[in-house]
């Protein structure tokens, strides 16, 4: 039963309850929760008051409880006796929720059944339906501090429980009193719950007056806390030695800076075969392994791991807020296209190269008929004008012959392209002209391919890489990262190239062994972008130097030498994902984690942190372009070519002159090898 308002119906008559006749009888509970909900409302800011208790207590609210404090939503839930709260009916896990979503911050709780309690504390813990942060007002049950429900404890921690005591027995002017008490956080619970004394109510007083309330977190007093971690650059960075493991990283130096401002000692332990279940996943018995089984099973406080702002992991721990955003994306394999051979056509485009060609083309196509015109020119002026002038025009005439044939025409026009000058000047002022303006456009061009030329044999060659989730789709790598969660993300996603990627995912355990499949060319791996920089100048490293490989088979790297692929980080990000450290779910420590973290943000210190866990990493990482950026042999593959091309075409047509040669010409009658002048005299006047 749930009631928005004061319950000034339920009217529950003493007779039923004989046990608390006494209690009912002077409304002394009814006066110690009055005086609690108005400190409560004096010292703090309350929002919300969600009232649960069953039919025992009802009368405690029929009086004037609503009158005697401040004007506040409450949320009331009446449960029945025999009601499994560990399992409520529709309508009391209704009024709950209405609670958690007007948010309120006090639960008072009043069940005579300690047992229906406990339950009922167990069930919203694991699913979240009670605020374990807000603050809680119960009755004081030994059955509630059974060694079962000793990690509610840890969680909910800003509590009071009401102990009734009867008078004095010979007193006569005694009076019940109330102990208020609280649980012993930060010190951990040991084998038996003992309550800490808050304060004593009596006389319609407190006692002692302390603060209800204090908070617990902000000094834990030395307290020893369990801090799982995971080596994952650059949230944990595990540097081992022969006599110890020291840790570094960004999370890492979060983690002592928290230490030190709410005053714990971490104690930073591994998961068991953490290099296997790595965070873990859910076993076939429902427990969970890795660094998620132990935040799950209570036995860590803080997790460090990279662990990604999710709804799967929100529902198995809790996340403190982000520190920072990372780009997860792909580390993919180069192509092995050597482009060497093709260093000559390299400076212009395709379409470039086609103008240029026929440029050529027009260019010696005219020059040929201008030539033409020339010398019908001066076959009419032979005809018609003095034998002097002809004399003189047959003197001039021999300049000519540079482009009185088509072929001759090209070859020259080609020759002036490559900057070779022409053996004579030719004759006639309109192929002067076209010569000069040509010689111009050749020095231009030339000009410009050899810059172009000078730039590429200077600078590294081009690498033909993976960069877009849709090259990575056409491409014929298999796609793949670490746990069955990153596939569930591609194949959950909304977009039609990540789903595409999701059904070709497969998940592997080793980061190297995946590092090593990228190498080979059908394999992409999935993390952020500075853990794949991280793996893949290890991986580089130790190809270079086969001692520092501690992590590959060195036989089986060194063997695929020749075939092995640069290893590139995809520069579009699949998605940016918040980074957090995990605390244990429900944890009381988050709040304030929060604020210190907020202000370490705020002043830059992450950012400093990620920088000297990259440092290393950044140092080792050789710079390949000045290597390639020198003059080699294999840049000049496009000379050699070029050359052989001339040496093969020159082969051919001296086999053609060959040939032509023993069967045409000497089979000729006319041949005679004592007198090839005239047999060339008499073939130059039949044609």
């Known amino acids: 039963m749930s009631v928005l308002s004061q319950p000034s119906d339920f009217r529950v008559k003493l007779d039923s309850f004989p046990i608390l006749k006494d209690l009912h009888e002077r409304k002394d509970l009814e006066y110690v929760l009055i005086d609690l909900i108005n400190v409560l409302m004096r010292e703090y800011e309350v929002t919300c008051i969600a009232i649960i208790c069953?039919?025992?207590?009802?009368?405690?609210?029929?009086?004037?409880?609503?009158?005697r404090t401040s004007a506040i939503p409450y949320v009331m839930t009446v449960v029945e006796d025999y009601e499994d709260l560990l399992s409520p009916n529709?309508?009391?896990?209704?009024?709950?929720?209405?609670?958690?979503?007007?948010?309120?911050?006090?639960?008072?709780?009043?069940?005579?059944?300690?047992?229906?309690?406990?339950?009922?504390?167990?069930?919203?813990?694991?699913?979240?339906?009670?605020?374990?942060?807000?603050?809680?007002?119960?009755?004081?049950?030994?059955?509630?501090?059974?060694?079962?429900?000793?990690?509610?404890?840890?969680?909910?921690?800003?509590?009071?429980?009401?102990?009734?005591?009867?008078?004095?027995?010979?007193?006569?002017?005694?009076?019940?009193?109330?102990?208020?008490?609280?649980?012993?956080?930060?010190?951990?619970?040991?084998?038996?719950?003992?309550?800490?004394?808050?304060?004593?109510w009596k006389n319609e007083n407190f006692h002692y007056k302390r603060p209800l309330f204090a908070d617990k977190t902000s000094n834990l007093n030395g307290e020893v806390l369990n801090v799982v971690y995971l080596d994952h650059v650059p949230s944990v960075v595990v540097m081992k030695n022969n006599v110890s493991t020291k840790l570094g990283g960004v999370e890492v130096e979060i983690l002592h800076t928290l230490a030190e401002k709410m005053n714990f000692k971490p104690r930073a332990y591994q998961a068991a075969n953490a290099e296997i279940h790595k965070w873990g996943?859910?076993?076939?018995?429902?427990?969970?392994?890795?660094?998620?089984?132990?935040?799950?099973?209570?036995?860590?406080?803080?997790?460090?791991?990279?662990?990604?702002?999710?709804?799967?992991?929100?529902?198995?721990?809790?996340?403190?807020?982000p520190y920072t955003s990372q780009c997860w994306t792909f580390l993919t394999p180069e192509a092995l296209t050597d482009n060497s051979w093709k260093t000559l056509i390299l400076p212009f485009k395709l379409?470039?190269?086609?103008?240029?060609?026929?440029?050529?083309?027009?260019?010696?196509?005219?020059?040929?008929?201008?030539?033409?015109?020339?010398?019908?020119?001066?076959?009419?002026?032979?005809?018609?004008?003095?034998?002097?002038?002809?004399?003189?025009?047959?003197?001039?005439?021999?300049?000519?012959?540079?482009?009185?044939?088509?072929?001759?025409?090209?070859?020259?026009?080609?020759?002036?392209?490559?900057?070779?000058?022409?053996?004579?000047?030719?004759?006639?002022?309109?192929?002067?002209?076209?010569?000069?303006?040509y010689w111009l456009?050749?020095?231009?061009?030339?000009?410009?391919?050899?810059?172009?030329?000078?730039?590429?044999?200077?600078?590294?060659?081009?690498?033909v890489t993976i960069d877009t989730l849709k090259e990575l789709v056409d491409s014929k790598v298999t796609c793949g990262g670490w746990g069955t969660q990153s596939k569930k993300f591609f194949e959950q996603s909304l977009d039609e190239y990540s789903q595409r990627i999701g059904d070709k995912f497969e998940t592997i355990d080793d980061p190297m062994e995946a590092a090593n499949k990228v190498a080979q060319g059908v394999y992409a791996y999935y993390d952020n972008s500075d853990f794949l920089k991280y793996i893949s100048?290890?991986?580089?490293?130790?190809?270079?130097?086969?001692?520092?490989n501690n992590?590959?088979?060195?036989?089986?790297?060194?063997?695929?030498k020749d075939t092995q692929r640069n290893l590139h980080i995809m520069t579009d990000c699949v998605v940016n994902i918040p980074i957090s450290i995990g605390f244990h779910k429900n944890s009381p420590l988050k709040p304030l984690a929060d604020i210190y973290m907020w202000r370490v943000v705020e002043v830059g210190l992450v950012e400093k942190w990620l920088n000297d866990a990259m440092y290393q990493i950044r140092t080792l990482e050789t710079s390949e372009d000045e290597v390639k950026a020198l003059m080699n042999l294999k840049k000049l593959y496009g000379a050699f070519i070029a050359l052989a091309i001339g040496y093969s075409l020159s082969a051919i047509c001296l086999i053609g002159e060959l040939i032509h040669w023993h069967i045409i010409v000497k089979r000729d009658p006319n041949f005679d090898k004592y007198a090839l002048h005239l047999y060339y005299l008499h073939k130059n006047k039949k044609h």
């Open 351 to 437: 379409y470039m190269w086609i103008a240029v060609l026929l440029v050529l083309l027009i260019t010696g196509t005219i020059f040929y008929g201008l030539a033409k015109n020339h010398m019908n020119l001066q076959e009419y002026r032979r005809k018609f004008k003095s034998k002097r002038r002809n004399s003189d025009d047959e003197n001039a005439k021999p300049g000519l012959y540079l482009f009185g044939e088509i072929i001759n025409s090209i070859l020259y026009t080609y020759g002036m392209l490559l900057v070779v000058s022409l053996p004579r000047l030719p004759m006639g002022w309109s192929i002067r002209l076209l010569t000069g303006w």
């Open 281 to 321: 996943q859910k076993q076939p018995n429902g427990s969970f392994s890795g660094l998620l089984g132990e935040m799950v099973n209570g036995r860590a406080d803080v997790a460090l791991g990279n662990l990604q702002y999710t709804p799967y992991h929100l529902e198995l721990t809790d996340l403190s807020i």
């Open 537 to 548: 100048v290890i991986r580089k490293n130790s190809f270079m130097d086969p001692k520092q």
């Open 54 to 67: 069953d039919e025992v207590y009802l009368n405690v609210f029929s009086g004037p409880l609503f009158k």
């Open 441 to 463: 456009y050749c020095i231009l061009l030339v000009v410009s391919y050899r810059a172009s030329m000078t730039a590429i044999l200077a600078n590294p060659a081009p690498r």
């Open 551 to 560: 992590t590959t088979n060195n036989t089986e790297v060194t063997g695929r």
């Open 90 to 200: 529709f309508v009391t896990l209704e009024s709950l929720r209405a609670a958690r979503k007007e948010g309120c911050n006090v639960y008072v709780i009043l069940l005579a059944n300690g047992l229906q309690a406990s339950r009922l504390l167990r069930f919203g813990d694991r699913h979240r339906i009670l605020d374990t942060r807000a603050k809680f007002i119960m009755l004081h049950d030994f059955r509630l501090f059974h060694s079962e429900l000793h990690y509610i404890w840890r969680r909910i921690v800003n509590i009071i429980f009401i102990k009734h005591h009867n008078k004095m027995t010979g007193t006569a002017k005694s009076r019940p009193w109330f102990e208020l008490s609280t649980v012993p956080f930060p010190n951990p619970i040991k084998g038996v719950f003992v309550p800490r004394r808050v304060d004593i």
